[in-house]
């Protein structure tokens, strides 16, 4: 199986910025696109952003130009650098990846526990 273990959420004022990390473990055979996604209250779950595994990028509208996605191949980790956070990011943030592990056969997608942002005006 593969767990994914997210950090850095917290609460933040307008403007400010926050690095919320993702880590996988467990028994990995290889890990392709990861990405972040978040769900605000009686809001569905939305992507954020998402990263392949060759590092190409994609992110929502909502979050061009503030945030950015990278990843770390060799610690198995994805980030999500947020930069002059609005209080509309306010959400649960939702860490993603599709994996196969040493004992299932076929691509999985992993979802972590989630960890909360809140923005203040």
């Known amino acids: 199986q593969v767990q994914l273990v997210e950090s850095g959420g917290g609460f933040v004022q307008a403007g400010g910025s926050l690095r919320l990390s993702c880590a996988a473990s467990?028994?990995?055979?290889?890990?392709?696109?990861m990405g972040w996604y978040r769900q605000a209250p009686g809001q569905q779950r939305d992507l954020v952003a998402g990263i392949t595994s060759g590092g190409s990028t994609n992110y929502a509208d909502s979050v061009k130009g503030r945030f950015t996605i990278s990843r770390d191949n060799a610690k198995n980790t994805v980030y999500l650098q947020m930069n002059s956070l609005k209080p509309e990011d306010t959400a649960v943030y939702y860490c993603n990846a599709r994996a196969r592990s040493t004992i299932i056969t076929y691509a999985y997608t992993y979802w972590g526990q989630g960890t909360q942002v809140t923005v203040s005006s």
């Open positions: 467990g028994s990995i055979f290889s890990i392709g696109d």
